[in-house]
T-cell receptor, first 116, second 112 residues
Framework: DTGVSQDPRHKITKRGQNVTFRCDPI?????LYWYRQTLGQGPEFLTY????????KSRLLSDRFSAERPKGSFSTLEIQRTEQGDSAMYLC??????????????FGQGTRLTVV | DAKTTQPNSMESNEEEPVHLPCNHS???????IHWYRQLPSQGPEYVIH???SNVNNRMASLAIAEDRKSSTLILHRATLRDAAVYYC?????????????FGGGTRLMVKP
């Protein structure tokens, strides 16, 4: 399978714990995006990388959230001191090149986080 | 960001055509109209996009109004596997191309 891969698929954690998610984009894609989706809502943009540079962060990305893409390949999203409001599906997407008409985003299946 | 308006839900019978509308009255001249769909327990999946002219691909057709203030996604023969939430998104041309703003989408239910 050469699609976007996310790990783990599901994570249950206690409030206050730290969690880290991993995303492996399609290999030749230089752009990587993180989104969050709560139940019944559409995905909301969090942040994106071009290669290893983090170029944009949403105001949704509080100080407890940090994302990295150290070698311009896989990316990690860490949430520190989790809160119940962090419970959501975290989606990763990748695309090729700069924004242009044809560079659609390819999404992974997401990591579902439940904070108890 | 330019916004889109879609019905919350629609129903269709299997093997019949489905027309999913989207209003985007504040669209700018450089906004592309993109459609994604999200099947249950899956990430969103690209369906089709266009700028001014109608577009066809293997999944669907996109009909764009002459004034570009609305568009319609057409599934020619709905199958049970087409049951999903369909999102109409305006995507600006440029570096921010895939910082997508999803609305609530239209939940399509397909009856056998």
């Amino acid at each position: 399978d050469t699609g976007v891969s996310q790990d783990p698929r599901h994570k249950i954690t206690k409030r206050g714990q730290n969690v880290t998610f991993r995303c492996d984009p399609i290999s030749e894609h230089n752009r990587l995006y993180w989104y969050r989706q709560t139940l019944g809502q559409g995905p909301e943009f969090l942040t994106y990388f071009q290669n290893e540079a983090q170029l944009e962060k949403s105001r949704l990305l509080s100080d407890r959230f940090s994302a990295e893409r150290p070698k311009g390949s896989f990316s990690t999203l860490e949430i520190q001191r989790t809160e119940q409001g962090d419970s959501a599906m975290y989606l990763c997407a990748s695309s090729l090149g700069a924004g242009g008409a044809g560079t659609e985003a390819f999404f992974g299946q997401g990591t579902r986080l439940t904070v108890v | 960001d330019a916004k889109t308006t879609q019905p919350n839900s629609m129903e269709s019978n299997e093997e019949e055509p489905v027309h999913l509308p989207c209003n985007h009255s504040t669209i700018s001249g450089t906004d592309y109209i993109h459609w994604y769909r999200q099947l249950p327990s899956q990430g969103p999946e690209y369906v089709i996009h266009g700028l001014t002219s109608n577009v066809n691909n293997r999944m669907a057709s996109l009909a764009i109004a002459e004034d570009r203030k609305s568009s319609t996604l057409i599934l020619h023969r709905a199958t049970l596997r087409d049951a999903a939430v369909y999102y109409c998104i305006l995507r600006p041309l440029g570096n921010a191309g895939n910082m997508l703003t999803f609305g609530g989408g239209t939940r399509l239910m397909v009856k056998p």
